[in-house]
C-alpha cells in the first residue's frame, strides 16, 4: 500500500483537483509549516463535491490560533505515559493498543495525534515487532490487539504480516483489530494481496472512521464487501466534529449509510483536548441531546457508544442519556416517545 498510494502534498498540486479560495490558500501556506497537508487524489474528489469534508481536510488558521493553541494539550490521553514497550500501549487489563507508524495517507486536522506530525514519520521495525509480540506472549490476560496509528494498513505487507501472523500464533490473543481510515481515504488500495494476508491471519477486525455520510461512496462500499468477503467485520468509530457532523440529522444520515454497507456503528467520541484541535469541539451536554435525539430516531443497532476518552489516561466513558432513575422501591423509566412507566425492583 506504501506501494502505489499516491499523495498529494503541494499545494500547487491540490490545487489542480480541488481549487482554493484565497482563504484557505493563505490558510494552506500559513498552517502547513507547523500542520502538514495530505490527502489522496480520491479523498480530494470527494471534498470537490462536500463542504464538511472539504473542512476535515484543509488547513484552517484556527489551528495555530494562540487562543486554540492554549487551550488543550498534546496528548491529553497519555498514550505516551503507559507505554510499556516502544509502540505499546497496556491500559485495560484484556486488551492492548499499538502504534505502528504514524503515517497517513490523509492527515485528518482534527487529528489526536497531531503531536507525531511535527516529528518525521515512523515506521514500527521488525525488532520493536518482536519485543511486542514477547510482551503479548508474555501477558497471557491480553485477549484483544488493537493496532493503531498513523494508519497501520499503510504499513509495507511484510512488516504487517510479520505482526499479524505473530498475533496469530499467540493462542491467548482472540481479537485482533486494525484501527484504519483506508476504506474511507484509499478504498482502492484494499487489494487482493492485503485480502489475501487478513484472510490468513484470521482474527482480524477493522475498525474504520466515517464521520459523515458524504463519505460514504459505492467505493467504500466495494471496501468494506471486500474485507466481509475474507471474514473480516468492519465496525466504525466516529468523532462528534463541529460544523461537520453535530447534529442529529447529519448523524442518522451518517448511521443509516453505514447500515446500508453493513459497518455497525461502534463509537462516536467526543473530540479529545487536543491542542490544534479545540475548534472542532463542540460541548458533552450538546454530544449528549443528539444521542437522545438519535434513540428517538433510530434503531440502538444502527447507534455508536457516545464516549469520552478520559484526559489524563482515564480510559473511555460511554455517556447515555439519562433514560431512568430508582425512586424509592421502584425504577422510573422514560419510553423513547417520553412517556413515563415504572417497574418493580425484582
Ligand atoms: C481505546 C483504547 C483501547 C480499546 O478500548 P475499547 O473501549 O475496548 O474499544 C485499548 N487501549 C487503549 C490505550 C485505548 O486508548
Known sequence: MESGLKVVRELEEVEKLLPLSKEEEKAFKEVTPVYPFSSTVYYLKIAKRSKAVRRMLLPSTKEIDPAIQSAGEEDPLREERDEKVPRLTHRYPDRVLVVTTNYCPVLCRFCMRKRNWRRGFFVITENEIDRILDYVRRNTRVRDVLISGGDPLTLPLDRLERLLLGLKKIETVEVVRLGTRIPVVAPQAIDEDLLKLLEKAGKVWVNTHFNHPEEVTEEAGEAVKGLFSVGVPVNNQT????????????????????????VRPYYLFHCDPVRGVMHFSTTITKGLEIVEELFKRLSPMAIPYY??????????VPLMPKRFEKEGEVYKFRSFDGREFYMEDR
Request: proline share 3%; glycine share 14%.
Open 239 to 262: 468523532v462528534l466534529l463541529k460544523g461537520i457532523n453535530d447534529s442529529a440529522d447529519t448523524l442518522e444520515r451518517l448511521f443509516r449509510s453505514l447500515q446500508k454497507i453493513k
Open 307 to 316: 464516549a469520552v476518552d478520559g484526559p489524563g489516561g482515564f480510559g473511555k
